[in-house]
């Protein structure tokens, strides 16, 4: 009897231990969705971002601070990148701009350029395939700068999924790739003058030279024609791993944008970073509201 009852008896105790630890799991993340909920409705009594701007640097550097291979570190982001995206959503954020490839990365050894597309690629079709996270948050998915640089698997996958999410009325999430802010504005200027001479062809020369309607380009002309048209500008812009500059990201759209460069890498991102990043918002926000009415008095 006590050797068949000492035999039983570890059965019990590890169903008893694995039911115990699946109980106190759910309960652990009952709890922690209940303060993160309770923290965004405290924030949501001050002013609310409408957009907000990720420039996400570290990848690398989190990659070669652990001794792990270089991709895995953009493996990593990604997932910090899927967790933000529904952070803000809960939030009520619409949207998000992330900065996720330079065309000046270009430049860099031909070897990570490659493992960086088949990344990109890998990713996209992940979310074409599972659109679990498309579907929670109804996302409509962006992808801004010159696609024609692309390889074409990675330009296919992008359209396809920039198709397939058009009409979408949720979050809008633009993902820049490849993307600097002087190709932006040089396409732009691009367009309008391709515009202006469509309508030269169209019309009487002499008519349109007396009138002197199409002889200046406005502001409203390049905004019409940038590549985040529709969007308004960023309400906060975040660089991560300490970082001050812009490295050419949305300079047209970010004169009013509150600037934020927290120390961790974009890897290590996470919902207590972002709900400092908006209490500093939070913060300044009269001043950034008072020199956006400034400057529009001036115009």
């Known amino acids: 009897m006590l050797g068949s009852l000492m035999s039983y008896s570890p059965s019990v105790d590890s169903k008893t231990e694995n039911t115990d630890e699946l109980i106190a799991t759910g309960v652990l993340a009952s709890l922690q969705n209940f303060i993160r909920k309770c923290i965004v409705a405290v924030l949501s009594y001050g002013p609310m971002p409408k957009h907000i701007a990720f420039i996400m640097d570290g990848n690398r550097r989190y990659a070669k601070f652990r001794s792990i291979q270089e991709g895995s570190g953009h493996r990593v982001g990604f997932s910090a990148l899927i967790a933000s995206l529904l952070y803000c959503y ?129 502001v409203a002309d390049l905004d019409r024609h940038m590549y985040s048209a529709g969007c308004p500008d960023p309400d906060i812009v975040i660089r991560t791993s300490g970082e001050t500059r812009l490295s050419n990201f949305l300079l047209w759209q970010t004169t009013f944008s509150h600037l934020q460069n927290p120390d961790p890498l974009w890897p290590e991102f996470s919902f207590k970073h972002l709900v400092w990043a908006i209490l500093q918002y939070q913060r300044v926000h009269p001043y950034i509201e008072q020199s956006r009415n400034l400057a529009k008095k001036q115009l």
Not at 172 to 191: D, G, H, L, R, W
């Open 90 to 218: 809960e939030m009520g954020v619409k949207y998000i701009t992330v900065y996720a490839f330079s065309i000046d990365n270009f430049k860099r050894d031909p070897t990570e350029v490659k493992s960086l597309m088949e990344l990109m690629e890998e990713k996209i079709n992940e979310l074409l395939e599972n659109r679990n996270v498309i579907n929670k948050v109804n996302c409509k998915i962006n992808f801004w700068g010159n696609l024609d640089m692309l390889s074409k698997s990675v330009r296919v996958a992008a359209e396809k999924l920039m198709a397939t999410t058009a009409e979408n009325t949720g979050l809008v999430f633009s993902v820049c790739m490849p993307y600097n802010s002087t190709s932006e504005i040089v396409n732009a200027v691009n367009k309008v003058c391709a515009e202006r001479r469509d309508i030269l062809q169209r019309e009487d020369a002499d008519s349109v030279a007396n009138n002197g309607v199409y002889s200046d380009i406005s």
